[in-house]
């Protein structure tokens, strides 16, 4: 609205317009002192005048046009080209059914040559597979005939079944893998029946572990440190399903946790090697590339995976890489998007966790200073209570990863005080506690964590880390009762050992070999689990078992000292279980 004065509208014109002739002069005004003097003049009447200009404008196009879906795709193609995933044909379907028989009847004669030299050693039948199975899974063999035997399908598939593409209507696809089970079954009878006389009664299905199993494992391991089992596990399920991107995504996000970034952009660049659409793989991968400093590469991709994944956590991350160039015009116009999917305090919760889930430092402090600017320095203060827990929480988990334990503490104490019953806010205390090694208070944290009602996102790992420390602390029934909890909600290699340890320290002998040849079924790799099965034997009085356990326990790098010194006491005290140095 303009205030009243004294200048009338005609003289207020007058000076903004001068009526005298060539003082308004089309195109681009020339840069001399008097005109910019002038402008000077003229730009002070409405400050003399109290008094400003609204102007309003609606395009109806865009100045700059969105980019279509095509653009973008080949951009994306640019940087990372498509895989080509089916080959064209090669051979005829004859060729490759006369294959799929070849590579039977070879793997057949194989694994008949494996079956007759356990022979030799092993009288009883269940004891032979037993061993025939153990030997394949821990030799690496299974996996090279599996190998071996998934060339030759894959060329049926392609030259007798004409299938070169993925089939993403349901149905169509359960018929055409029930038409190749079907052939597949009869292939393999016939060229079997050519060859060989067998008994039926005497073929058993091996264990099997399924996709989302093994994902929880690489999850588990990863909570309680074995990063290396935890990459086993995320390598197992990229070597079950190459052309999973999911798979690829997990891998390489699991890589950014633990610092290799290296290996984290290769998985993101096989992903979207597999689907150029996929937009978190296109998201963390323009992050790797901003920062290696490939500037223009991240620009691309930020822009591709806004395009195909217009998540407000997208959005705002592609906002966090603007401000790190400066370019605040492009955050801005990149938040606009963002709060157009939630509010944006709740866009900038989301953005947080998911950043400190992958680690990335600057990004996470950008969404840091947001998230006070949205909040307020004191996260505890002046916002409802569970929004409170839920800043208290990210920000600790910050402080936590940086290794700032007092700091950490100092918010969750506030946060736990102005709300007892957050089983979050307690959880997250209990991990600074743990990784600060004040593990008589991680213990009771952790305990009422698990008591305290509600949903926590890392509840098993909170339940395994509780169950280690008892275990650790030699309180035994209550280590059982928590991994037995543990694997009647999800069963794994982790709690099943667990199980195992604790009943064989409580003298429950049956009951520790059970659990662990259970655990042994999830993972038949794990040194500890051999080496306790050696010890269980060695109290038995089972030399042979005693001997072979023992073999493979060394044979997969047993490094736990304490069990090493328990097994050679044991073996001193029996007089056999070292195969190595027994006569």
Known sequence: MTEKTGVTREALDEQLFPSKPGSRTKGAPKKDPAAEELAKEQSAVYAEASTYMVVKVKLEKPLIPKRSTESVAASVAELVPLQDLYPKHTMSAEAASAELHNQITTIANQLLDEYRRKSESVDDPVQKRQALFYDLNSTGKFFAYKEQMKRAVVKVVREKFKQTSALLDPRER???????????????????????????????????????????????????????????????????????????????????????????DECFREAVSINQAHGPSMLLAAVIAWMNEQFDVATA?????????????????????????????????????????????????????????IK???????????????????????????????????????????????????????????????????????????????????????????????????????????????????????AKSLFMQASAKNPSAISWEGVGIASFKLGYIEEAERALAESNMYDNANPKVWGYLSLLCLQTGRRTEAEQTYKYAVRHGLVDADLVAELEAKQVEVGFGQPFVDA
């Open 174 to 264: 359960e018929t055409f893998l029930a038409e190749l089970y079907s052939y597949l079954i009869k292939q393999l009878h016939a060229t079997l029946n050519k060859s060989f006389v067998h008994n039926t009664a005497d073929l058993v299905t091996p264990f099997s572990i399924d996709m989302d199993k093994i994902r929880f494992a690489a999850k588990e391991a990863e909570g309680r440190d074995l990063f290396d089992k935890a990459a086993k596990y995320h390598q197992e399920c990229i070597a079950r399903r190459k052309t999973d991107v999911s798979c690829w995504y997990d891998y390489g996000c699991f890589c950014m946790r633990i610092g290799d970034i290296a290996k984290a």
């Open 360 to 478: 990335v430092g600057a990004f996470v402090e950008g969404a840091l200073r947001e998230l006070k600017v949205e909040f307020g320095e004191r996260c505890a203060s002046g916002v409802p209570p569970a929004e409170a827990s839920e800043m208290a929480a990210i920000f600790a988990t910050y402080h936590l990863q940086q290794e700032q334990y007092a700091e950490a503490l100092e918010l969750l104490d506030e946060a736990i005080t102005a709300d007892v019953t957050n089983p979050v806010t307690v959880g997250v205390k209990g991990h600074v506690l743990y990784r600060s090694k004040d593990f008589g208070a991680a213990r009771e944290t952790y305990k009422r964590a698990l008591d305290l009602p509600g949903d926590l996102s890392d509840l098993e790992v909170i339940r395994l880390r509780l169950a280690a420390l008892y275990l650790e602390n030699a309180d035994y029934e209550l």
């Open 301 to 357: 991709l930020f822009e591709a995976a806004t395009h195909y994944e217009s998540t407000g956590i997208a959005w705002a991350v592609r906002s966090l890489y603007h401000n790190l160039l400066e370019d605040d015009i492009s955050a801005d116009m990149c938040m606009q998007e963002a709060i157009k999917v939630a509010p944006k305090k709740q866009v900038w919760l989301d953005t947080a966790s998911f950043l400190l889930n």
